[in-house]
C-alpha cells in the first residue's frame, strides 16, 4: 500500500502566507517493542530513504519505467513492513508538510522534495534539493462524495472530522477528514488515470484527511497530522 506519498477555494487563511499541516506516516504493531533500537533505526532510515527516492522519481516517470517504480516501492513498503513486526513498537517512515495558501498548496517531504499546485490552473511542479523545477500533468479533480456519507469522527487537533471507511484490495481503511478544509488529495491524480485504488478514493473524500489508518494481519499503517501551523 502506498500513500500517496503519495497531498482548497473552500480554505480562507489569513495572508498569503497560508496554513501549514504537519503529516507524519509510521507503521506500528501493538506488541512492546524489541531488538536493537539503534540498528532497528539504521534499518528504518535507509529503507526509508529508498522509498521516497522511488515516490519522488515515480512523479516524473514515463509510463515505459513507471510500472518498474511502483514495483521498487511496494518491496520497500514491505521491507518496512517486516521490520516494524520483527521488532514491535511504532516506526515512524515519513514526514511531510503540505501548506495551504490561497492560491497554490505546496506538498514538502523530509527528502527535500516539494510539489506545488496552481489552484487556479491545476499545473503541479515538482522543485528537487538543487532547485530544479520540472512540470508535473495532474487531472482534474473528481466529485467529491457528499460528506453525510461519513459519520462523526473524533476530534484531532481540536477540529471537529468526518469519518469514512474505505475496503480496497482486500484491506480496510478509516479515513478522518476534516469538512471544513479542501482535499488536498483530489489535486495530486496523475494525469491519464495512472493512480492506485486508494489514491483515487482518497481524492473523493469531501475534506481534508488528518487521519488514515489501515489494520491488518497485525500492522498498523498510519498517516496522521500531528501539528497545524
Do not use: K
Not at 175 to 192: K, R, S, T, V
Not at 196 to 220: D, K, M, N, W
Request: aromatic share 4%; hydrophobic share 45%.
Amino acid at each position: 500500500m502506498r500513500w500517496l506519498v503519495l497531498l482548497l477555494g473552500a480554505l480562507l487563511v489569513a495572508g498569503d502566507a497560508g496554513q501549514r499541516f504537519v503529516f507524519v506516516e509510521s507503521l506500528a504493531t501493538r506488541a512492546a517493542s524489541s531488538g536493537d533500537r539503534a540498528v532497528t533505526e539504521r534499518l528504518r532510515a535507509q529503507l526509508s530513504a529508498r522509498l521516497s527516492a522511488a515516490r519522488r522519481e515515480l512523479t516524473t516517470a514515463p509510463p515505459s519505467l513507471a510500472a518498474i517504480i511502483r514495483a521498487d516501492i511496494a518491496a520497500f513498503e514491505a521491507e518496512l513492513e517486516r521490520l516494524a513486526l520483527a521488532t514491535g513498537g511504532e516506526l515512524a517512515v515519513a514526514r511531510q508538510t503540505l501548506l495551504i495558501a490561497a492560491d497554490r498548496f505546496t506538498l514538502s517531504g523530509d527528502d527535500g522534495v516539494s510539489l506545488i499546485v496552481d489552484r487556479q490552473t491545476g499545473q503541479g511542479y515538482r522543485i528537487g534539493p538543487g532547485a530544479e523545477t520540472l512540470p508535473i500533468a495532474l487531472a482534474a479533480p473528481a466529485q467529491p462524495l457528499p460528506a453525510q456519507q461519513g459519520r462523526e469522527g473524533p476530534l484531532l487537533l481540536g477540529r471537529p472530522t468526518r469519518r469514512f471507511e474505505l475496503s480496497l484490495d482486500g484491506r480496510d481503511f478509516t479515513a478522518c477528514i476534516d469538512p471544513e478544509l479542501p482535499n488536498a488529495f483530489a489535486w495530486l491524480l496523475p494525469a491519464g488515470g495512472d493512480a492506485s485504488a486508494l489514491a483515487r478514493a482518497l481524492a473523493r473524500l469531501p475534506g481534508l484527511p488528518l487521519q488514515i489508518t489501515c489494520e491488518h494481519e497485525g500492522l498498523i499503517r498510519r498517516l496522521q497530522c500531528i501539528a497545524i501551523e
